[in-house]
């Protein structure tokens, strides 16, 4: 029997603003027998276990500037796992000065 490795792609790196919430669309994934995604920082995933989650940042990795999030699709016995990370970077929401009436 030839069982087939899995393949996975997290998706290319992307930008998200401070606030919002990031809806991973480009992510790919064959072969496999289950999907999860984790993060280098401490915002969450929903739901963890599809190819495409929304991911919510933190306050943290707000501050932080970007993310890695990592895609792992667990390979159908008795291959290993594919793994792949993109970078989300979070953009700072702007800020307004004072606002002079003259």
Not at 14 to 43: E, H, K
């Amino acid at each position: 029997t030839i069982t087939l490795s899995a393949v996975a792609s997290a998706g290319n790196s992307d930008n998200v603003c401070a606030g919002n919430s990031y809806s991973i669309t480009t992510a790919t994934a064959s072969n496999y027998s289950a999907i999860s995604w984790t993060t280098s920082g401490t915002g969450s995933f929903n739901p963890t276990n599809t190819l495409t989650p929304t991911y919510t940042p933190s306050a943290a990795d707000i501050t932080a500037g970007n993310v890695t999030l990592t895609l792992t699709a667990t390979g159908n016995s008795p291959c290993g796992d594919a793994i792949s990370s993109m970078i989300l970077t979070i953009n700072p929401s702007p800020t307004t000065g004072p606002i002079n009436h003259w």
